[in-house]
């Protein structure tokens, strides 16, 4: 059984603690899209672990992890990231952990850009500043520079000269700064290469000689961050959705049998863009407060709102969902009434089927409101054992996005799960 793990909102859905509870029945994990913009956590015991770049099965043993062409790179988040997984005593080697040799590799230029851009926009995007997109920019304008370029250091040395060629003069007469020094940048990352090239191998020969073992593809961030069908211009640079897992891996010859869905039990979003269901009052703050809503990687504070199921349904359908895992019930827990979007309000028109207005900002949520409960859910493990109301709202979930729930997130211990079979 193969299976494509996908963000169904804004990306923090809670990926990183399910992908790592699903990683235990897989033999391979494999990170397809994205860069060290993603931040998946992890609770083990009194231990908290955030992954940027590596898969978070590499916390079971036995188990290959893959970072995948569709990523972008930045080498010493990767190399700190080992660093600190080895320091708690986690394996991470040559043997369970691969690098594609065609992903691309983030510079300091690129980080820079993205600062540089977001500053002097008057639409701002709410970029994590990472160089995510910019690299992703070069990737495109097919001047990037790839982890097997970095390995040869003749080939990296005409890619990064080239590049500062074009930049430099960019960074002086247009953003009025200072460029950079070929040779910092090139002795740097020589020593990143040494410290990389172990891990670095061809995923489609690598892949193809175990395309029969079990897969779990690891998406990040979320559907409606995805650059095409994301609410565009407040989205990442990558395909989020689950058709871009065999596209970021180039493992078209596993066949996938099962895509899955995350959503929390509610809404949140990180930076700009059109949030129609936000809550900036008492509730909103609830959420932040109770859900721990800050991201793993900016720190930033994230805006919370009430569950959207035209959005979710959307999702659903963008990424051929087989089945939905619900995060974050317990936040819930003690509401009095709890409001869910079943449509929207666009131009005197109602929607709430499959079709979507082209501007989420223009939309008026229309809300049903169901009935709370006071009960705690964090240390219920069996679905029978869930409050009444909260199995209604569950059930009113998968009656509008036509979809079952299969797992229950109560938590944010490993083991809070309720399977729903």
């Excluded at 058709?243 to 700009?272: C, D, P």
Aim: proline share 4%; net charge positive.
């Amino acid at each position: 059984m193969n299976v494509v793990v996908v963000g169904l909102q804004w990306g923090d859905e809670g990926k990183g603690k399910i992908i790592d509870y699903l990683s235990q029945q897989k033999d391979i994990i494999v990170r397809f899209q994205g860069g060290n913009n993603a931040g998946h956590t992890v609770v083990v015991g009194e231990k908290k672990f955030i992954f940027h770049l590596i898969p978070s099965g590499i916390l079971h043993k036995n188990k290959i992890c893959i970072i995948g062409n569709g990523l972008v790179i930045d080498p010493e988040v990767l190399i700190s990231e080992i660093e600190t997984l080895r320091a708690e005593n986690i394996e991470v080697s040559p043997q369970n952990l691969k690098i594609s040799h065609l992903s691309h590799i983030i510079m300091p230029y690129h980080k820079l850009i993205d600062a540089l851009r977001e500053k002097i926009r008057i639409q701002k995007i709410g970029t994590t500043q990472r160089g995510i997109g910019p690299c992703y920019v070069d990737k495109v304008a097919r001047c990037g520079i790839r982890m097997i370029d970095l390995m040869r250091p003749e080939v990296f040395e005409f890619k990064l000269k080239d590049n500062l060629q074009e930049k430099n003069p960019l960074f002086k007469k247009v953003y009025n700064c200072k460029g950079f020094s070929f040779s910092e940048i090139y002795e740097k990352y020589l020593e990143f290469a040494k410290i990389l090239k172990p891990y670095v191998c061809d995923i489609v020969d690598y892949c193809y000689e175990k395309r029969n073992k079990s897969y779990l593809f690891e998406g990040a961030q979320g559907t409606f961050l995805d650059i095409d069908f994301g609410t565009y211009p407040f989205v990442t640079s990558s395909s989020t959705i689950s058709t871009g897992a065999l596209l970021g891996s180039g493992l078209s010859f596993i066949k996938i049998n099962k895509i899955i869905g995350v959503t929390k039990a509610y809404t949140t979003r990180v930076g700009e863009g059109p949030f129609p269901t936000e809550l900036k009052e008492d509730l909103g703050k609830y959420f932040q407060k109770k859900g721990r809503e800050f991201g793993a990687t900016t720190g930033r504070v994230r805006r919370c709102g009430l569950l959207d199921l035209v959005l979710l349904k959307r999702a659903v359908i963008l990424n051929n969902v087989n089945e939905i895992i619900l995060t974050k019930l317990d936040v819930l827990d003690g509401i009095d009434e709890i409001k869910i979007c079943i449509s929207y309000e666009y131009k005197n028109k109602m929607i709430s089927n499959y079709s979507f207005p082209p501007d989420l900002s223009e939309v008026v949520p229309i809300y049903k409101t169901l009935k709370g409960w006071k009960e705690s859910t964090e240390n219920i493990r069996g679905y029978k054992k869930l409050p009444s109301a909260a199995k209604k709202y569950i059930h009113t979930i998968e009656k509008f996005v036509g979809c079952k729930i299969t797992y229950i997130s109560v938590g944010k211990m490993r083991d809070a799960i309720i399977k729903k079979l």
